[in-house]
């Protein structure tokens, strides 16, 4: 079974090949190189995990060699061989960057688990940085759809704010992309590599909230067994993206008025205040000036958060990017599903465009979800939109049918895409469980 890529880099020949014999049992793919240029070269073209590199070779030294390998290919281990295991050799190798070192010729028992870990950590390395390719591309103004005019200030906006470390409030009606877009800021920003950690004010209580962003001490609090370690803290150098920020109450946005000014905080429990470095990213669809001035908002805070306001447009207001978001959802989950959808019919666009889309892009993606689920030919047609939907643009005389048995077989066949799991059908659905499992019983579907 291969197990991954190893150089042996040594001028012995009879001591390269028989490591790299013993190591090729292993399951190993190894490949040898006599210098570190021929070494070099062969990195740069071939992925490689682990170098094994002898410290003396006739045109470099092992431990320089050590560091341009580092700097030729960052994710691929190295171990030196030392002809006498000398400290010295060893702590230079590390210091560049090896991952150890081990006395040539030495127990070749010894070689292999050191191999086995050292490729462990290259693989793992490896997907760390592919997981976050991926994230950087997922998360990028680039990939945001949207043409309209309106949509564009906005994200000219974002990219410009991403570049500095000023606190960002997104403003919005539910469902417009806020978290999309303070992810995208924190990627474009010069905090990328360190955490994005995003919390919804609205899910927790007071108590718990405070708990969840400060951490607290063992002790604090009934329940309190052991240390925990809050939010603020894992958001450490990174971004901390507060959604629904207007639902906070008023104790704890006073807290986060010190962190914005002094960044510090107190633990829940703790005597002595705890130093972060955060830029905070929040969100709300609420009024927090108007709220402000009623006193459900503080007015101070709300000037901290305001430094640089920008306001993300409903879906209404972008007609002109219905179209291509109802495409890039068709192909996302035909992929998703592996169905071969390609078209969307005129009049189930016609219908996209004539619906208010009160839940904005995040009540379309779910349109667009289901219609994928119940269609079972190549194109997306109006029959597969939400009755709502299907029916808003209909003359009356045309709707004279039974729109009974139509919402009985469209129950039917998302339970039967689900396998019979009644919250899933009911999100798919956009109706409540209760309402769901009323439908089930009047239509008879169990």
Same mark, same amino acid.
């Given at each position: 079974?291969f197990?991954?890529n190893?150089? +042996?880099?040594?001028?012995e020949?009879?001591?390269?090949?028989?490591l790299a014999r013993?190591?090729g049992l292993?399951?190993?793919?190894?490949?040898? *190189?006599a210098?570190?240029k021929?070494g070099l070269r062969?990195?740069?073209?071939?992925?490689?995990?682990l170098? =094994?590199?002898?410290? /003396?070779?006739?045109d470099i030294?092992?431990i320089?060699?050590?560091?341009?390998?580092?700097?030729?290919?960052?994710?691929?281990e190295?171990v030196v061989?030392?002809a006498?295991?000398t400290?010295?050799?060893?702590? &230079? *190798?590390m210091?560049?960057?090896?991952?150890?070192y081990i006395t040539?010729g030495?127990d070749?028992?010894k070689?292999? #688990?050191?191999?086995?870990r050292?490729?462990? /950590? &290259?693989?793992l390395? !490896?997907?760390v940085?592919r997981?976050?390719e991926?994230?950087? !591309?997922k998360y990028?103004?680039?990939?945001i759809?949207?043409?309209a005019p309106a949509f564009?200030?906005?994200i000219?906006?974002a990219?410009k704010? *991403?570049?500095?470390d000023t606190?960002?409030?997104l403003?919005?009606?539910?469902?417009t992309?806020?978290?999309?877009?303070a992810?995208a800021?924190?990627q474009?920003?010069s905090?990328?590599?360190?955490p994005f950690v995003a919390v919804?004010c609205?899910?927790?209580?007071?108590?718990?909230?405070e708990?969840?962003?400060?951490g607290?001490?063992?002790?604090a609090?009934?329940?309190a067994?052991?240390?925990?370690?809050?939010l603020?803290?894992e958001a450490?150098q990174?971004?901390l993206?507060?959604d629904e920020i207007?639902e906070?109450?008023?104790?704890?946005?006073? /807290?986060?008025?010190?962190?914005?000014?002094?960044?510090?905080?107190?633990?829940?429990g703790?005597?002595?205040?705890? !130093?972060?470095d955060?830029?905070?990213i929040a969100a709300?669809?609420r009024?927090?000036?108007q709220?402000s001035?009623?006193?459900?908002?503080r007015?101070?805070?709300?000037y901290?958060?305001s430094?640089f306001?920008?306001t993300? #447009?409903p879906l209404r207001?972008?007609k002109k990017?219905i179209?291509l978001?109802?495409?890039?959802?068709?192909?996302?989950?035909a992929q998703?599903?592996?169905r071969k959808?390609t078209?969307?019919h #005129?009049?189930f666009?016609?219908a996209?465009?004539?619906h208010p889309?009160?839940?904005?892009i995040?009540?379309?993606?779910n349109? =667009?979800?289901?219609a994928?689920i119940?269609t079972?030919?190549?194109?997306?047609t109006i029959?597969?939109?939400p009755?709502?939907?299907?029916?808003?643009?209909?003359p009356?005389?045309?709707?004279a049918?039974?729109?009974a048995?139509?919402e009985?077989?469209?129950?039917?066949?998302?339970? !039967?895409y689900t396998?019979?799991?009644k919250?899933e059908t &009911?999100?798919?659905?956009?109706?409540?469980?209760?309402t769901l499992y009323r439908? +089930?019983?009047?239509?008879?579907?169990?």
């Amino acid at each position: 079974m291969f197990k991954g890529n190893i150089l +042996i880099i040594d001028d012995e020949e009879k001591l390269r090949s028989l490591l790299a014999r013993i190591i090729g049992l292993e399951g190993y793919q190894v490949f040898e *190189a006599a210098n570190g240029k021929a070494g070099l070269r062969f990195l740069e073209k071939e992925n490689v995990q682990l170098v =094994i590199s002898d410290v /003396k070779l006739p045109d470099i030294n092992g431990i320089d060699l050590t560091a341009q390998v580092k700097k030729l290919s960052p994710l691929t281990e190295v171990v030196v061989l030392t002809a006498y295991g000398t400290i010295a050799d060893g702590v &230079a *190798a590390m210091r560049n960057g090896a991952f150890d070192y081990i006395t040539k010729g030495d127990d070749n028992d010894k070689i292999i #688990p050191l191999v086995s870990r050292a490729v462990e /950590k &290259a693989y793992l390395q !490896q997907r760390v940085s592919r997981l976050e390719e991926q994230v950087e !591309q997922k998360y990028n103004f680039q990939n945001i759809i949207g043409n309209a005019p309106a949509f564009r200030e906005t994200i000219e906006l974002a990219t410009k704010v *991403a570049q500095t470390d000023t606190t960002v409030l997104l403003l919005g009606e539910t469902g417009t992309g806020k978290e999309v877009f303070a992810q995208a800021i924190h990627q474009e920003g010069s905090r990328k590599h360190k955490p994005f950690v995003a919390v919804n004010c609205s899910a927790f209580s007071k108590d718990i909230l405070e708990s969840e962003l400060f951490g607290h001490l063992t002790g604090a609090f009934t329940g309190a067994i052991k240390n925990k370690t809050g939010l603020l803290e894992e958001a450490h150098q990174g971004t901390l993206f507060l959604d629904e920020i207007g639902e906070m109450s008023l104790d704890l946005q006073a /807290k986060l008025l010190r962190v914005l000014e002094s960044g510090t905080f107190m633990k829940v429990g703790d005597s002595k205040p705890t !130093q972060v470095d955060v830029r905070i990213i929040a969100a709300t669809n609420r009024n927090l000036q108007q709220d402000s001035e009623t006193g459900h908002f503080r007015l101070d805070l709300y000037y901290r958060l305001s430094v640089f306001q920008i306001t993300l #447009p409903p879906l209404r207001e972008r007609k002109k990017d219905i179209d291509l978001l109802a495409y890039y959802y068709l192909s996302f989950f035909a992929q998703k599903i592996n169905r071969k959808i390609t078209a969307i019919h #005129p009049a189930f666009l016609q219908a996209l465009h004539q619906h208010p889309w009160r839940g904005n892009i995040r009540e379309l993606k779910n349109v =667009i979800e289901r219609a994928v689920i119940l269609t079972d030919s190549p194109e997306l047609t109006i029959e597969h939109l939400p009755f709502d939907l299907r029916y808003a643009t209909v003359p009356a005389e045309k709707t004279a049918f039974d729109l009974a048995t139509i919402e009985k077989l469209h129950i039917q066949k998302v339970l !039967q895409y689900t396998k019979g799991n009644k919250t899933e059908t &009911a999100r798919l659905l956009n109706i409540g469980l209760t309402t769901l499992y009323r439908k +089930i019983q009047e239509y008879q579907l169990e």
